[in-house]
């Protein structure tokens, strides 16, 4: 990297002194105009807060020190009526929350030609056409249709890419894009990184790829830099941090990257209260089925008169046994969600039955759907959406145990600490609002409000989609050790077919509503049948580019150094 760069970060720091928080103490990074730089780091380590300070977006409660210099600009001392000229139109940010970053209210294709707008680019008539263009570019089918849409009406993985059209609109020189694939499926992050990686190749362009994916980072990075604790502790070329990484913090990143190799993970490492193996107990004797879909159908009516009814799911039949765990991929809008939904009676099939415990859903009323409600809890694919921003972390725990009425105040936070110690959640975070948590710590919170109830079936949605590998490793085995020990069943939906590796005992594959292949977790993913599963397996981050042999940890070292 001996390039003069785009952006120069020297000695950032962002606190927030009424929350006695600093987030970062100590941050150096440099990026050469036509690279990109990964960055990588522990839940917490500050990822996501140094983007918004490039950006200028942070709380007006936050205090910062340091340098952010911007092809010569002094972003640090710049007004905010002459930075709001740079966003968008120099300075391009896919954010890593699709939910909360686009507008509820507007159709999304007035949302990408925004930033033509703001600037000046083009007139609305030219700005529409070009936001779809810029939608069939980000690989969205029927842009045009996906344009009239409003974001509810999208699949996560779609409005991603929506965001990544957004944000290459004006063709900035700067793309910030903090988790930009974390809701998307293999094919379609392969699709949108191809798209990144086609306006930034052989452009001058910059890209700083923040991840928790280490194979995705290894892939399409040429530089890394690691944070933790709110410091840079390392940095150098991506391939040689992956192989010969000196900070253990790196080195415990790498080592704990899930891929479609790895094992089958076997309970064994959490440490149980006494009530729940009381729990487990309780629940012998039950019937081994926990969960049936029944050739479920479910089709939704059309947002628009013009368009056809929309087949969400056709005909899906699936099984969820106590104490196993069913992994279901497929691509964004394959039906993954709406499976969930349906097992859950969050919605209702249009056709077919579900049975939980060998009771329809479709049954249940009054104190049997309180019952249900309890025993069947959902782990939410977006945290941020998930959680009240009013409300703190341990409220929000404690939450579903108010609600449902299951115990008095004193054993309420008695639930609640032992919840938050299950997920590793430390209890001077309880105390804390969504906004004051990185993506990981609002995840772990969700799973902790999951557990608090002590349910029999578990579904996630994307569970670890927030997590570094190292939180994500944690995570999953918490999950793997909590579903042995009270003989839970698990539907476990992810894009990642790694953590589906990991978790799964059989795997459901999905597309377009329909089942493609179902089969043991091992076999299905390591010997797929169908075409549709075979290029999902190979466009698995780090098929394409494996992590090179180990070699000497002598490398060239950034401009301006690493801080230990």
């Not at 509820?104 to 680019?121: D, K, N, Y």
């Not at 790895?262 to 440490?271: N, V």
Request: proline residues 8%.
């Amino acid at each position: 990297m001996t390039a003069e760069p785009l952006l120069r970060i020297r000695g950032l720091t962002v606190s927030y002194p009424a929350a006695g928080a600093e987030i970062l103490t100590s941050v150096d990074l440099d990026a050469p105009a036509g690279t990109t730089v990964a960055v990588l780091g522990p839940s917490g380590s500050g990822k996501s807060t140094l983007v918004a300070a490039i950006t200028g977006l942070l709380p007006p409660e936050a205090r910062t020190g340091g340098e952010i210099w911007f092809d010569g600009l002094a972003l640090h001392r710049m007004d905010e009526a002459t930075r709001r000229r740079l966003r968008g139109r120099r300075i391009g940010t896919i954010p890593q929350d699709p939910a909360v970053a686009l507008n509820p209210v507007l159709p999304i294709g007035v949302q990408v030609a925004e930033a033509l707008l703001i600037h000046g680019l083009a007139g609305r008539a030219e700005a529409g056409r070009r936001a779809i263009g810029l939608l069939r570019s980000a690989g969205l089918p029927d842009p045009e249709s996906v344009a009239a849409r409003y974001p509810h009406e999208l699949s996560g993985g779609m409005r991603q890419r929506a965001l990544a059209a957004a944000a290459l609109a004006a063709e900035p020189e700067l793309i910030l894009a903090d988790e930009p694939t974390s809701a998307v499926d293999v094919v379609a992050q392969a699709g949108v990184l191809d798209d990144l990686a086609a306006v930034t190749t052989g452009t001058g362009r910059t890209l700083i790829l923040v991840t928790h994916d280490v194979g995705l980072a290894i892939e399409r990075a040429e530089w890394g830099v690691v944070m933790a604790a709110g410091r840079t502790v390392e940095a150098g070329p991506i391939r040689r941090l992956a192989s010969a990484g000196e900070h253990p913090v790196t080195r415990s990143l790498m080592a704990a990257a899930p891929h479609l190799r790895t094992a089958r993970l076997r309970p064994g490492s959490a440490a149980l209260p006494p009530a729940r193996a009381q729990g487990r107990q309780e629940k012998r004797g039950r019937p081994a089925e926990l969960l049936r879909l029944d050739r479920v159908s479910r089709i939704y009516p059309p947002a628009h008169r013009a368009d056809e009814p929309v087949p969400a799911l056709d005909g899906v039949s699936a099984v969820v046994h106590r104490g196993e765990t069913l992994g279901v991929v497929g691509e964004s809008g394959a039906g993954k969600s709406t499976l969930a939904a349906l097992a859950l009676r969050l919605t209702t099939p249009t056709a077919g039955r579900v049975l939980f415990d060998g009771a329809d859903l479709a049954g249940l009323r009054g104190a049997g759907m309180r019952a249900f409600r309890r025993r069947a809890q959902l782990v939410f694919q977006d945290p941020y959406a998930a959680l009240d921003p009013q409300m703190r972390a341990g409220d929000a725990i404690a939450e579903p145990v108010r609600a449902l009425r299951l115990t008095g105040r004193s054993e309420r936070a008695a639930r609640v600490r032992e919840a938050a110690d299950l997920v590793h959640l430390p209890v001077t975070l309880l105390r804390r609002r969504p906004r004051e948590l990185s993506g990981g710590e609002c995840q772990r919170v969700v799973l902790a409000r999951a557990f608090v109830v002590r349910p029999d079936l578990l579904i996630c949605d994307e569970p670890a989609s927030a997590l570094d590998a190292a939180v994500q490793a944690q995570i999953l085995q918490l999950i793997v050790d909590v579903q042995a020990e009270l003989g839970l069943g698990c539907l476990f939906i992810s894009h990642d077919l790694g953590a589906v590796r990991q978790v799964a005992d059989r795997v459901l594959v999905l597309r377009h509503g329909r089942t493609v292949e179902e089969g043991p977790a091992a076999e299905t993913l390591e010997k797929p049948s169908h075409p549709y599963t075979v290029a999902l397996v190979a466009a698995a981050p780090g098929r394409r580019n494996p992590p090179p042999p180990a070699v000497s940890p002598a490398a060239t070292v950034p401009p301006g150094g690493i801080h230990p």
